[in-house]
């Protein structure tokens, strides 16, 4: 994990002298609920560990300097004044699409030196940008002293992220990156931001759950996500609806006679999504952790078959997970590639992990990265 001392010490190399502080924003892993956000319906994440921290100190005279520890030795150099969106193309879209976005919202915000390095997997469907993006935001609060909630924060971040750099993404990211909680999942309903705070710790069952990166990189700036959700606004509106979460379970196959054939995977998955969110979270308030496991495995071929976002990479980690030992497994984030959650036993972990190195190898891919992840805190000032 980057450290404090050491992203301040990047600061002064980079930009001289002391920065205003250090804020941190972690990344997320969803347990379920996918492409469901945009849709108004339920999400359950979790805050990851690995995070992104931004060194940053005030500037009065308009520009936005960024730097980025990962990124080509270069400091971007904006002026505030002159943001636009789309008018930024790199990675600095993302924090220049925040400051972008306060201006918009009415706050006086200037230029800053901001120093940005961590741990997060870009490209891993572990939402890097949302965490990048939160710990800007949050930074540039305690800056200029806007004393905003966190949920206003993650609504400024998606903004920036959606409007900015050009990627139609719901608010599930940024908010579980700005508001999570050690040790929890997040409960949110997209609709209209409400959140509970679900305690979700699987060593304490005897379990482990890992995320294997699979070094598949996705690119949700492609246009097939947007393609993804705009499908999805169709069938809610040839439906008759708000958005497909007002479609029941019980009503689905009566909606889908409604739809044209193209439209009836993507309603399916994201109905059938929300109650596997349901499924999940009364499983996780009665202690049966273990029981998650099939929902995720299921999830997963809804996102296979119904959405079809997988990739031969993440159905082949579900597949030999599960058949290694693993309770459930399934792909998280946006698709096209990223990351598989799979739920284990404690006992079985080290097996599974096994399983999957040598299933890569045999397949000839890249060895994927495994970590077990555990529930984090969500974005806040480091020091």
């Given at each position: 994990?980057?450290?404090?001392?050491?992203?301040?010490?990047?600061?002064?190399?980079?930009?001289?002298?002391?920065?205003?502080?250090?804020?941190?924003?972690?990344?997320?892993?969803?347990?379920?609920?996918?492409?469901?956000?945009?849709?108004?319906?339920?999400?359950?994440?979790?805050?990851?560990?690995?995070?992104?921290?931004?060194?940053?100190?005030?500037?009065?005279?308009?520009?936005?300097r960024l730097h980025s520890a990962q990124g080509d030795g270069q400091t971007t150099d904006l002026t505030v004044a002159?943001?636009?969106?789309?008018?930024?193309?790199?990675?600095?879209?993302?924090?220049?699409?925040?400051?972008?976005?306060?201006?918009?919202?009415?706050?006086?915000?200037?230029?800053?030196?901001?120093?940005?390095?961590?741990?997060?997997?870009?490209?891993?469907?572990?939402?890097?940008?949302?965490?990048?993006?939160?710990?800007?935001?949050?930074?540039?609060?305690?800056?200029?002293?806007?004393?905003?909630?966190?949920?206003?924060?993650?609504?400024?971040?998606?903004?920036?992220?959606?409007?900015?750099?050009g990627v139609p993404c719901g608010v599930m990211d940024q908010m579980a990156s700005a508001c999570c909680e050690a040790?929890?999942?997040?409960?949110?309903?997209?609709?209209?931001?409400?959140?509970?705070?679900?305690?979700?710790?699987?060593?304490?069952?005897?379990?482990?759950?890992?995320?294997?990166?699979?070094?598949?990189?996705?690119?949700?700036?492609?246009?097939?996500?947007?393609?993804?959700?705009?499908?999805?606004?169709?069938?809610?509106?040839?439906?008759?609806?708000?958005?497909?979460?007002?479609?029941?379970?019980?009503?689905?196959?009566?909606?889908?006679?409604?739809?044209?054939?193209?439209?009836?995977?993507?309603?399916?998955?994201?109905?059938?999504?929300?109650?596997?969110?349901?499924?999940?979270?009364?499983?996780l308030h009665t202690g049966r952790v273990a029981g998650v496991g099939p929902v995720l495995t299921a999830g997963h071929?809804?996102?296979?078959?119904?959405?079809?976002?997988?990739?031969?990479?993440?159905?082949?980690?579900?597949?030999?997970?599960?058949?290694?030992?693993?309770?459930?497994?399934?792909?998280?984030?946006?698709?096209?590639?990223?990351?598989?959650?799979?739920?284990?036993?404690?006992?079985?972990?080290?097996?599974?992990?096994?399983?999957?190195?040598?299933?890569?190898?045999?397949?000839?891919?890249?060895?994927?990265?495994?970590?077990?992840?555990?529930?984090?805190?969500?974005?806040?000032?480091?020091?």
């Amino acid at each position: 994990m980057t450290g404090v001392s050491a992203v301040r010490a990047g600061f002064a190399e980079v930009f001289g002298g002391d920065p205003a502080g250090v804020w941190a924003a972690p990344g997320r892993v969803n347990l379920i609920g996918e492409h469901t956000d945009y849709n108004d319906g339920f999400v359950l994440p979790i805050a990851l560990s690995q995070r992104i921290l931004a060194a940053a100190r005030p500037r009065s005279d308009g520009r936005l300097r960024l730097h980025s520890a990962q990124g080509d030795g270069q400091t971007t150099d904006l002026t505030v004044a002159n943001l636009r969106a789309g008018a930024v193309t790199t990675w600095a879209a993302y924090p220049a699409g925040v400051v972008w976005a306060l201006r918009e919202a009415g706050h006086e915000v200037g230029g800053a030196d901001v120093y940005l390095a961590g741990d997060v997997p870009t490209g891993a469907g572990l939402s890097s940008s949302a965490a990048l993006e939160c710990a800007v935001a949050f930074a540039y609060d305690g800056m200029y002293g806007l004393g905003l909630t966190a949920p206003q924060l993650a609504l400024l971040a998606q903004r920036a992220e959606n409007d900015f750099a050009g990627v139609p993404c719901g608010v599930m990211d940024q908010m579980a990156s700005a508001c999570c909680e050690a040790g929890s999942a997040l409960f949110l309903d997209t609709r209209d931001l409400s959140v509970r705070h679900v305690p979700f710790d699987a060593a304490a069952h005897g379990l482990r759950l890992l995320v294997v990166d699979t070094r598949v990189k996705h690119d949700l700036g492609d246009g097939a996500y947007a393609a993804l959700r705009a499908g999805c606004e169709r069938a809610a509106e040839l439906a008759g609806r708000r958005a497909l979460r007002d479609v029941a379970l019980s009503e689905l196959d009566m909606v889908l006679g409604l739809l044209p054939p193209e439209l009836h995977g993507l309603v399916r998955h994201v109905v059938t999504e929300q109650a596997r969110v349901t499924e999940t979270l009364a499983l996780l308030h009665t202690g049966r952790v273990a029981g998650v496991g099939p929902v995720l495995t299921a999830g997963h071929a809804s996102l296979r078959d119904d959405f079809r976002v997988s990739c031969p990479e993440t159905d082949l980690v579900v597949e030999t997970a599960v058949t290694a030992g693993a309770l459930g497994a399934r792909m998280t984030g946006g698709g096209f590639g990223g990351s598989v959650i799979v739920l284990t036993s404690a006992e079985a972990a080290d097996g599974v992990t096994a399983a999957v190195e040598t299933a890569f190898a045999e397949a000839g891919y890249a060895r994927p990265r495994i970590f077990a992840a555990e529930a984090g805190a969500g974005a806040g000032r480091a020091e």
